[in-house]
């Protein structure tokens, strides 16, 4: 049986001494992409900065495997090196470190030469970003074509999204779009990777189709299952709709992984779907 | 200054400690090296031309406007590269005390009675090179000098003149390192003179051993519409250095532009300053330091601003950062205007630690914590500012690549 790409299991992270994730439970299967939907402090940044291992999100319970390996007690350059990469919402500035140096150092490392360089460059529009510092004064846009760019170069099998679109003008979002689909070999029908976005407007999914999506609420996920349907549910009924909720109690887990319900689910019973 | 002149203040002043760093008894140093084998100083010869192109300085480059080279007392090497014959002259200094460009600037901004390092230079000189580029010549290469000590507790005194004619441009190289010896003391005089409208990019670096006491005494003396850019890197260990340079803006707009970018390793001792005189109307300055403190190193960077006249502006900036816990950074700006309302001088000083944000980053990259490190390390310490000819900036890369972690 083939593993999911990414299998996360009963996952509970502390930020500090501050419990963000309770018992999360997913998978997404190769080929998928999935999204990640739920208001501010649900702990959607705080899921996918575990799954990659920075410092800082202490896993306190579950596991987390890539492939079938547990990867859970890996630092993040392990992880990375696994298949694991993210697209940072709000990357931090690293002065003297240009975006051409970084991705030059991680397409050597892969034993490709600089002519790969340009031509992703090109791809995503970074020709006047990679003698720029790290994320020293670039546009919203900016920052997010420089991560895509970085993701290329690394070629995960599991590409993490944090907010992609956010603070982008539309045409870069085309451009982001395109970049995405390429990285994610959304054009083969035989696409092996997986990919886990996270968005709050939704308007990446016009250009990259989510197969699957989740609703992360207060540490727990919520819902799963179409993510257009669950776009509808949160427009007509918010996000804490999602906690009373009935028809998630029938919302089948993606492959191996349940999300078990909310305790606030389960306590409401029959109430109306949202 | 008459001979008889400065020999008599350097006499006064053979006992006279500098004003900063760590005082050292001369007499643990001598200036007479042993005497050696053909062999021997055939082989040392051939070591040297490593030891040079760690600090910069390719002996068997094609193509460098002229070199010289010294190794403890000896003059090794002086050539003026094809095609740059008559457009500079090269001299080792103790053959040129009587030529007149020379005789009529030695000692004229560097006193002799400054300290006892100056006062032993001018006792007991034991070399250094006197380099001019005749009026109008740019020089589309550079010109590379290298001193090297080889024998250890020998006292290497140089005196090196540098005079850059009117509308002249060169860059000058100096790699001053230790081929074999472990310890030792380099004294070395520079003083450069920067004609109306010329312009000298003087790159000097510095790659000692952890016995190697260093005390360079440098002044430059800069004419109207003159340019001067100083770029300085200090890698690896050192016992002590200590120098508090002078760059004297006299001419009207003239400029500098220094740079210094100091590893401090192991017990290095660091003393290290920058003095910049605003005297010409227009004149304007830009000092900037990067400073690493690694394993037990100590470190004082000092800067100095002083405006004379009121049309001038300058900036001075700072940035240290501890790489360890046994290290210190002391950073210490001045700013002097004394009458002159409308002098513009200001100064930034910083010590700051490496982010962790920053490092997590990259390692988000795929980057080991260590490679995270040393690429962060190298972008704070900015080597590509100082526009270093590819050649060098090559090489100034590989002896940061080969540094260990802290200063890589």
Known sequence: ?274 | MTGEETRRRAEAARDKPAAFGPDLDLGGFHVDPAVREPAEHAARQRQAREAAQAVGVDLGAPRPAGTFLQIDQSVIARRVGAGFAGRIDILPTLEALEVPWVAERLWSIVAPDADKYTAAAALQATGGYCLRVHPGERLEEPVQACLMIAETALSQNIHNVVVVGEGAAAHVITGCTVNRATGGLHIGVTECFVGKNASLTFTMIHRWAPGVHTRPRSAVLVEEGGTYVSNYLLLGEVASVQMYPLTLLRGLGARANLQAVLCGRGDSVIDIGSRVVHEGEGSASETVSRVIGAERSRIWTRGQLVARTNECRARLECRGRLVSSGASIVAIPELEADGVPQADLSHEAAISPIAEEEVSYLMARGLAREEALAAITRGFLDVGRLGLPPAIARSVDEVLAATPAGCN
């Open chain 1, 1 to 274: 049986m083939q593993h999911p790409v990414l299998e996360v299991c009963d996952l509970s992270v502390s930020v500090g001494e501050r419990p963000v994730l309770a018992g999360v439970s997913l998978a997404v299967p190769a080929g998928e992409v999935h999204v990640l939907l739920g208001p501010n402090g649900g702990g959607k940044t705080t899921l996918l900065m575990a799954v990659l291992g920075m410092p800082g999100y202490r896993v306190t319970g579950g596991r987390i495997l890539l492939r079938g390996e547990e990867i859970t007690a890996l630092p993040v350059d392990e992880r990375v090196r696994r298949g694991v990469a993210l697209s940072f919402q709000r990357p931090p500035a690293v002065r003297g470190v240009s975006v051409g140096t970084l991705v030059g150092q991680i397409l050597a490392r892969r034993g490709l030469a600089g002519t790969t360089l340009g031509e992703l460059s090109r791809a995503v529009g970074t020709d006047a970003l990679l003698e720029r510092e790290l994320n020293v004064g670039l546009s919203g846009g900016e920052v997010k074509r420089s991560e895509l760019l970085q993701l290329l170069a690394l070629d995960p099998v599991l590409a993490l999204f944090d907010e992609p679109e956010s603070g982008v003008d539309l045409d870069s979002i085309a451009v982001i779009g395109a970049g995405m689909r390429r990285l994610l070999d959304r054009d083969r029908p035989d696409a092996a990777k997986a990919a886990l976005i996270v968005t709050h407007t939704g308007h990446i999914l016009r250009e990259v189709p989510a197969d699957h999506g989740h609703v992360l609420v207060r540490g727990r996920i919520a819902c799963s299952g179409d993510p257009g349907a669950l776009f509808e549910d949160i427009r007509s009924h918010g996000y804490e709709g999602c906690l009373t909720c009935r028809r998630c109690r029938n919302t089948p887990a993606p492959s191996s992984a349940r999300p078990p319900l909310a305790p606030a689910a389960r306590a409401a019973g029959d109430r109306p779907a949202s």
